[in-house]
């Protein structure tokens, strides 16, 4: 059920209107950043694209195409989500379609529908901003505001400290390449982001259970007893920002070197 296309109807702030996609790659075909608008799914109750039903303070995305869809328990599309205003990312699985469209993967190179649009630009940004299509998502819908993705509750508010809708900066990390992890917190809590390789160390944000991580580096730091494994080791998954490897299962053979 494509409930994420219901939460897309938030109206955004005037003053944000003006705000452009920015989609950065780096050279060698590095994994793609685009600065897209964000909205709170919300739905508790409902059932997503992949059959997980929402809870009270979920975690997970929702992006507006099937082809960024991961399934029901799985996190191969994993995105990081970062807001410049606090500082803070969270790392969530993309488990429903929306908001708006379901074949606009505004991520790809060869894009399922709108390819006259950049990448890294959602269709619903053009028509809320440049009157793209009549203004109308692919339904005919007339685009109440410019979101590229959903965000649940959890994420939301506990793990980029958001109140309202807002822009930021979405890594989809299935574009890339390096070393993953995978988030495993046994259907618990979310995996806290930490500013160093401490467990008192400043919050930064979060992970959902499922979540593909990034990581660039290990380091030695507090020990954690965690679902996966008892270590003294801290995943760098980000420019200053850490989780702890207890929680977090190697993917592909990755073997992380020393930061």
């Not at 780096?26 to 793609?32: I, R």
């Not at 390449?177 to 917190?185: S, Y």
């Not at 008192?200 to 380091?219: F, H, M, S, T």
Request: proline share 5%; aromatic share 8%; net charge negative.
């Amino acid at each position: 059920m494509l409930v994420s296309l219901i939460a897309a109807l938030t109206v955004v702030p005037a003053a944000l209107v003006a705000t452009p996609a920015v989609a950065l790659a780096p050279p060698g075909g590095g994994t793609l950043t685009a600065k897209v608008f964000a909205t709170r799914e919300g739905l508790v109750g409902w059932k997503t694209a992949n059959g997980h039903k929402i809870t009270k303070r979920d975690w997970f995305a929702a992006l507006p195409s099937w082809r960024g869809l991961s399934e029901r328990g799985e996190g191969d599309k994993s995105v990081r989500v970062c807001h410049d205003g606090n500082d803070r990312c969270v790392f969530l699985p993309v488990w429903d379609v929306g908001p708006w469209n379901t074949k606009d993967d505004y991520w790809a190179d060869d894009r399922h529908m709108w390819e006259e649009l950049p990448r890294g630009k959602p269709q619903a940004q053009a028509a809320y901003q440049d009157d793209h299509n009549d203004g109308e998502d692919e339904f005919g819908r007339e685009v109440a505001n410019p979101a590229g993705i959903d965000i649940a509750d959890g994420a939301f508010w506990d793990g980029l400290d958001l109140d309202d809708n807002d822009w930021v900066h979405v890594t989809y990390l299935w574009t890339g390449e390096g070393d993953r992890g995978v988030v495993d917190t046994d259907g618990g809590e979310w995996l806290r982001v930490r500013s160093a390789p401490k467990v008192k160390a400043d919050l930064r944000g979060g992970a959902g259970d499922y979540a593909q991580v990034p990581i660039r580096c290990q380091v030695k730091g507090d020990k954690v007893k965690g679902t996966v494994r008892t270590t003294d080791l801290w995943n760098r998954v980000g420019d200053g920002i850490y989780v702890s490897h207890a929680y977090v299962r190697l993917l592909d053979g990755a073997k992380p070197r020393k930061c």
